[in-house]
């Protein structure tokens, strides 16, 4: 089947509060914040273009939130693949583990849709979250891919919980899959949060500069 990947990726912002992004940008670290109970708003791709999808499209139905979430897995994924440049093995090893965990929830979603929708279409347009990766290195890599990585989690935790808040799901597998999602995205937000911090000195929303202090490689 052909798809251009995702459309509506900030599908949960008017529905929501503001307090995910709050709690977010504030600097809870420890992966404490939960949509469930703190919704709302996010920023980037890189750190302002983010808002420009907040009112694309919102999910409305099961299918929707199946044919919406593969083609933005399919956009972590190639992103992701970017990384096995770096000079970093723990975003090499993150880049991996994006992969592996949502190439599995990729083809779960694709078989739900070729057994339950069958007669619907799967193609959306796609209006990119992620920034060309292709030509960056070094720190300009790994500090871009973080910054717009933590935005196009965002989208897939509010996603996820617009779903399971709305009760969209007429499955009770694709119910669980959402709370993997937003779970799985939620704990990676808070670690890719600390390392802009760590290694960058920068907090999400602020401009990227790979220049501002080296970090150490292993």
Same mark, same amino acid.
């Given at each position: 089947m052909r798809r251009r990947a995702a459309a509506g990726l900030a599908v949960a912002a008017l529905a929501l509060?503001? !307090?995910t992004t709050a709690a977010v940008m504030a600097g809870q670290d420890d992966g404490s914040w939960?949509?469930?109970?703190?919704?709302g708003r996010a920023g980037p791709p890189g750190p302002t273009g983010f808002m420009g999808h907040m009112s694309h499209a919102s999910v409305d139905s099961e299918h929707g939130f199946l044919v919406e979430m593969i083609a933005h897995h399919e956009e972590a994924i190639? !992103?992701?693949g970017e990384l096995a440049r770096s000079d970093r093995s723990e975003m090499r090893d993150f880049g991996t583990r994006?992969?592996?965990s949502q190439s599995a929830?990729?083809?779960q979603m694709q078989d739900?849709?070729?057994e339950w929708y069958a007669d619907r279409p799967d193609e959306v347009d796609y209006d990119p979250m992620m920034r060309d990766l292709d030509d960056l290195s070094g720190d300009e890599l790994d500090e871009t891919f973080l910054t717009d990585m933590i935005g196009h989690h965002m989208a897939a935790v509010m996603m996820s919980q617009q779903l399971l808040m709305r009760d969209l799901a007429d499955h009770a597998a694709v119910d669980r899959l959402a709370e993997d999602i937003r779970d799985e995205q939620s704990r990676e937000i808070a670690m890719m949060r600390r390392w802009l911090r760590d290694w960058f000195d920068a907090g999400w929303g602020m401009p990227v500069s790979a220049t501002r202090r080296p970090a150490p490689r292993r």
């Open positions: 509060g503001s !307090a939960w949509p469930g109970q703190h919704m190639d !992103a992701a994006i992969i592996e929830q990729v083809e739900w849709l070729d």
